[in-house]
């Protein structure tokens, strides 16, 4: 599905990733870890080609990401759910309309998907909350509004970046169990996370395997996290 060939990263600052080498196979589920700054949410980008390496070879379903065009590369990207750090809104929108984005993006009618959509917000216990602007969500409505809308075209592959990182254990309990839900849909899903119970709370429920980014390489983590 996605698979990383000795890659490397580099910027202003310097080497940031060094011979990088994973393959997310389907289904699979995966954390990152890795203290701040370590590099986690620049793998995630390079694996859904936001970020290009500096070295090494990134393959997504079986395409280089080098050798996609413009159209070839938004097409890959409706196979990828991201679910970013900082939950970006349209605030002007209702909730249920900033769910719906990515449909409009890819030239679909929302309308049509009207059933589809309100189900997945009750899924992540949004109904009520639809008609809601994004300013009036708390912390941990506005993590699962961003899980929805990463979800909404039935991706393949979920990335979430420091999903629970502004809610409370609860609520972090709860994304982690709508996230398990995906992988048991057969979805791939990748979570970059410093927290270390999160990663525990998920071993008791799925096979989960962890990555951990140190000295700007990826290692796999040991059995005692």
């Known amino acids: 599905m996605i698979e990383l060939d ?17 393959r997310l196979a389907p289904g699979s589920f995966h954390f990152l870890t890795g ?5 986690k949410t620049t793998l995630l980008k390079l694996c859904y080609g936001a970020l ?4 090494g070879q990134v393959m997504a379903f079986e395409q280089d990401m080098r050798s996609l065009d413009r159209d070839r590369t938004a097409l890959m990207r409706r196979r ?16 249920s309309e900033n769910v719906a984005l990515p449909l409009m993006v890819s030239g679909r009618d929302p309308r049509s998907e009207a059933e589809n959509l309100g189900e997945l ?6 109904s009520s909350r639809a008609d809601a602007l994004p300013p009036e969500l708390s912390g941990g409505e506005r993590q699962r509004a961003a899980l929805a809308r990463a979800v909404i075209m039935s991706p393949d592959l979920v990335l979430a970046d420091e999903p629970t990182g502004n809610v409370d254990w609860e609520m972090s309990q709860r994304l982690l169990q709508l996230l398990v839900e995906l992988n048991r849909m057969g979805k791939t899903v990748l979570i970059a996370t410093h927290d270390l119970s999160l990663i525990r709370a998920a071993k008791a429920q799925v096979q989960a395997r962890v990555l951990r980014i140190s000295d700007r390489r990826l290692q796999l983590a040991g059995a005692d996290l």
């Open 35 to 39: 203290p701040s700054g370590a590099g």
């Open 6 to 22: 000795k890659v490397g990263y580099s910027y202003g600052g310097g080497e940031l990733l060094s011979d990088v080498s994973v």
């Open 52 to 55: 290009q390496p500096t070295s």
């Open 80 to 95: 990828i759910g991201v679910v970013h750090q900082d939950c970006r809104f349209l605030d002007h929108l209702p909730v």
């Open 121 to 126: 917000m009750a899924w992540v216990g949004l």
